[in-house]
């Protein structure tokens, strides 16, 4: 059967293409810098955003129309897959990814929600061998139900903590079973909402005691992939654990997690954080934290986390520069944490979304490629930080100088110290001209 009848394989039809169920940049077989952009982008669509958003908002009721939802519960779950399966053969990505709870309904205990799963994953695992789709990440939701009302590894429950632990263990047998790549920790209420009632301390100490247990559990069952965790500064608490990309690193580090983990950054909650995505990533990567993606973008004019597709291409070159100048994201992708508009309520909405982002980011990888070919950032850096080369910038960051030797080298100075102008509106200008002329 199938629920997208009126859409055939997605295919990349060029620049000058009118059809919008056609890609204009993303030829998954063109080598960019040595590589296939399939092989670059590893593209995953988001199970939640495209399969169970129904569109509903604190103001208004569902309004996606998705003709294939006529049933419910497992049954429902069970065509889900189904659906999810057509449209990434048509649209021509890779890769999946899920929370527990997207792919099967809760039951009235842990014991039938688990038996809810297993259902569900024998289908997915049926149909990734039949069309050779794989999964990039799964992981758990422990953020919906109510039992989390106060966090779930920092709950002020230990009953819930063990619950939470339950839960995440069932995730790592679902990894090893269905070969997800990586498995994603997402802090979900994993924060507080004010310090007058909340023992920081304690929470943050058995974060860390959740995570060495499931380090051990992977270890125990034979899980190869690669462990990451998302920062978010806030929603739905007041301030998240996992704030952002340094706080997370200093987090894993005190801890002596660092080892085991690597950042999943999103678009998004970068905005939230008060940064912007390339910064995320500079920041992981400078790090050897880099490990994967959620590609999306906010509304500066909003202020929660929007989740929109990412069509802006300034934005997203800066961020596969990063991505490129990691030597790629290993094990992780280019996940759409994205859905469509409220008033993008059509089920080919979903097609010209993802062709949209896709789009986005093979044009996003020619124009970095090219920056990197061209040395541009090498080359403004050096020129910049050339004092630092010779004389007694040389020997400042070869640990050579101290307060004594910099202080004498002050004193003989004469005159004003000269600074350079970073000519920073022109180098946004050259910019600029990558983005136009990139082909």
């Known amino acids: 059967m199938s629920y997208f009848k009126n859409v055939s394989k997605i295919q990349f039809e060029g620049a000058g293409s009118k059809n919008p169920l056609a890609f204009k940049h993303y030829n998954e077989n063109e080598v960019v810098n040595g590589k296939t952009m399939k092989e670059h982008l590893r593209f995953a669509v988001a199970y939640w955003h495209t399969l169970t958003m129904d569109g509903s908002d604190p103001f208004g009721k569902s309004v996606m129309v998705r003709p294939w939802e006529t049933v419910s519960g497992l049954d429902l779950a069970k065509t889900r897959v189904e659906v999810n399966f057509e449209f990434l053969e048509k649209l021509g990505a890779p890769y999946y990814c899920f929370h527990d709870r997207d792919i099967a309904p809760e039951g009235s205990s842990l014991k039938e929600t688990n038996e809810n799963l297993d259902v569900i994953v024998g289908k997915l695992k049926e149909g990734m061998k039949q069309t050779g789709v794989k999964l990039l990440w799964n992981t758990a939701n422990m953020f919906s ?35 997800s790549e990586n498995y994603v920790f997402w802090g979900g209420r994993e924060g507080y909402e004010s310090l007058l009632n909340t023992d920081m301390g304690l929470e943050l100490d058995n974060l860390a005691r959740f995570f060495n247990m499931a380090i051990d559990y992977a270890k125990e069952i034979g899980y190869t992939g690669q462990f990451l965790i998302e920062p978010k500064p806030k929603e739905p608490t007041t301030h998240q654990y996992d704030f952002d990309a340094a706080t997370t690193i200093a987090f894993l580090q005190k801890y002596n997690l660092d080892k085991h983990f690597k950042l999943n950054l999103e678009a998004n909650h970068a905005t939230l954080a008060g940064h912007t995505f390339e910064h995320e990533l500079r920041v992981a990567r400078i790090n050897n934290m880099l490990g994967s993606v959620d590609a999306n973008q906010g509304d500066p004019l909003l202020g929660w986390d929007t989740d929109e597709f990412p069509t802006d291409i300034y934005s997203v070159t800066l961020a596969m520069y990063e991505i490129l100048e990691n030597g790629g994201i290993g094990s992780g992708g280019v996940n759409f944490d994205a859905k469509v508009r409220r008033g993008s309520f059509a089920p080919e909405d979903l097609f010209y979304s993802h062709i949209a982002g896709m789009d986005t980011f093979a044009k996003g990888l020619k124009v970095a490629s090219k920056l990197i070919e061209d040395k541009f950032f090498e080359n403004l850096l050096a020129e910049r930080y050339a004092s630092f080369k010779t004389g007694i910038g040389a020997d400042i960051v070869a640990g050579k100088a101290n307060f004594k030797t910099l202080e004498a080298y002050a004193l003989a100075q004469t005159g004003e110290i000269q600074n350079k102008s970073n000519h920073l509106e022109l180098t946004k200008a050259q910019i600029n001209e990558y983005l136009y002329n990139t082909k």
């Not at 339950?166 to 790592?172: H, N, P, T, Y």
């Open 145 to 179: 139900n109510p039992r989390f009302v106060h966090g779930a590894a920092t709950t002020s429950n230990a009953d819930v903590f063990a619950y939470a632990a339950a839960q995440v263990k069932k995730g790592l047998e679902t990894a090893v079973e269905l070969g």
